[in-house]
């Protein structure tokens, strides 16, 4: 009886775990997630510091011009109280002088007061007796010569300033409300100005600045405050890419490192455990890795082994050719001669049909990964299978004879129309060469129950199939012949080749006996079971 794929590779295959799939999307993806929540993390941290820099800026400058307010208009309601009544009120110049002599201003500020007209009247810079200090640039080197002044440019600050003040002052006279702003001095330092009306009974005398010169102070402090957040987001980033480093970059040069010592070794397998054990993506490439490195090898040894059955199998016709070629040239009897010419026509075309088949089992693998599979009408594909035989057999060969679901209903699978025609012309042959002469082989087609497979079954008329060898028709060049059989029409391959290509498509197939009610054996049935391509 033919045969097919080999018997212990398919339950190891099937005694195997199945691997999960590869997880897709960042949802999924630890190290995705990990990436992308360090990253925002330093980045927040950023944002954040940032913001709160801002505030605490916005805090200090309201806090400073509050302050700054607060001290001109105590300034300048005793400049406004010293001056006559309406409608002769006006700026006294030694009250002012003395006012400004003997209140208490803080160092860094400044306090100047303009007339009606917007005429500087009074400079607390000019009446106090401090001295204004600033630090020296740092000593130079004998014969270095020193920074250029540059006059344009110190015109320029010069004018930009008294303009912004005399806006200031103007804006101040013409409104009679104080201006709150953040403007340059003559130096281009930045100062919180206060600009507040000196009024006597409605009546604006003139105008009191009061200015602070450390706002440039202030944000130096605030970025002194900003630059630990700075560290602490770069910590972060250095983090996150040391860990990048550690956990995804090492462990792919391992796996690489692997790959490359299983090629240049020769090695049939690749094992990693402490990264086969990790749950994240680069476990699930260690083993996957490791799947298909274990996949390849049971491919060589499969290969091995086929290659060992194909020496065998081929070596014994030679074995007959070789004795009946050396015999002949010592018969002289015309009978005997003709007898061996037989005996080598026999074992010729036995050969013949050996290669034959093992080119195709050969070729088999490179048929099922190029051709993608698609729907198949197997109702149709198994008429044209039947007629075809009916077309061309012999009187006394046995017919082939479909049985359909009524109806005409449409059973279709997901297959490749080449290979799964080939299992059902392997059944078909294998059926009939155990089917006496004249006699009938059935193809009954049927959809299983609720489970959606397509059910196709292969019977016989034979003598059946020895419950010992249900499973072992099913292995490579195993073959079991009744007597009268044709020596070395049957290679042993059809049923292997059938389960090959029956499992490639998510299938199975199995022998067992037809039987009476009696348990008598009516012949043999061989099942296959495909599941049915969705609508």
């Known amino acids: 009886m033919a045969s097919a794929t080999d018997t212990a590779r398919a339950e190891r295959r099937a005694a195997k775990p199945r691997r999960a799939r590869p997880r897709r999307g960042l949802k999924a993806s630890r190290l995705g997630r990990l990436i992308v929540v360090l990253n925002v993390v330093s980045l927040v941290i950023l944002v954040a510091g940032a913001l709160v820099m801002t505030e605490l800026r916005r805090g200090l400058y309201d806090a400073r011009l509050q302050s700054l307010d607060t001290q001109a208009h105590i300034l300048a309601y005793y400049l406004g109280e010293a001056t006559g009544d309406p409608p002769y009120s006006d700026l006294d110049p030694r009250y002012t002088y003395i006012i400004l002599q003997k209140t208490f201003i803080p160092e860094g500020e400044r306090a100047r007061v303009f007339d009606a007209s917007g005429d500087q009247f009074a400079d607390s810079y000019t009446l106090s007796a401090s001295v204004e200090q600033a630090p020296l640039p740092p000593a130079r080197k004998r014969g270095e010569p020193g920074p250029k002044p540059d006059p344009v440019r110190q015109q320029k600050i010069l004018a930009r300033a008294h303009a912004e003040l005399t806006r200031e002052v103007q804006q101040v006279l013409s409104t009679g409300k104080p201006v709150l702003e953040v403007r340059r001095s003559e130096t281009g330092e930045r100062v919180v100005s206060v600009s507040v009306p000196i009024t006597r009974v409605k009546q604006v005398l003139g105008v009191l600045t009061l200015e602070a010169a450390d706002v440039d102070k202030i944000i130096a402090a605030q970025r002194a405050a900003l630059l630990p957040y700075a560290v602490i987001a770069l910590g972060v980033t250095l983090l996150t890419s040391l860990m990048i480093q550690f956990f995804v970059a090492r462990p792919i040069l391992r796996l690489s490192a692997a790959a490359d010592q299983v090629r240049l070794s020769r090695a049939r397998a690749i094992s990693l455990p402490d990264l086969e054990a990790r749950n994240d993506e680069i476990g699930d490439l260690a083993r ?115 049985v359909t679901p009524k109806g005409g209903e449409a059973l279709r699978v997901n297959s490749r129309e080449g290979p799964i025609a080939q299992v059902f012309r392997n059944l078909i042959d294998n059926a009939r060469s155990f089917s006496p002469p004249a006699s009938e082989v059935q193809v009954i087609l049927e959809r299983s129950g609720a489970d959606r497979r397509v059910v196709v079954r292969v019977e016989d008329d034979g003598p059946g199939i020895p419950p010992d060898n249900l499973e072992t028709v099913f292995q490579r060049f195993y073959t079991s012949r009744p007597k009268g059989a044709t020596f070395g029409g049957n290679s042993g391959l059809g049923l292997s080749i059938a389960r090959q290509i029956v499992e490639a498509h998510a299938g199975r197939i199995w022998a067992e006996n037809r039987v009476d009610a009696e348990g008598q054996v009516l012949g043999a049935r061989f099942v296959v079971s495909l599941p049915e391509a969705q609508p």
């Open 288 to 402: 996957s890795l490791e799947t298909m490195t274990a996949t390849l090898s049971d491919r060589m040894d499969a290969i091995e082994r086929f290659a060992a059955d194909v020496a065998h199998e081929i070596k014994n016709p030679l074995t007959s050719i070789r004795s009946a070629v050396e015999t002949l040239g010592l018969v002289t009897d015309e009978a005997a001669k003709a007898r061996l010419t037989a005996l080598l026509k026999q074992d010729v075309k036995r050969l013949d049909r050996l290669i034959t088949d093992i080119s195709n089992a050969s070729r088999l693998d490179a048929e099922l990964s190029r051709e993608p599979p698609r729907p198949v009408d197997l109702a149709k594909l198994l008429g044209e299978v039947a007629a075809l035989y009916n077309e061309t057999a012999r009187p006394e060969e046995p017919r082939v004879r479909l």
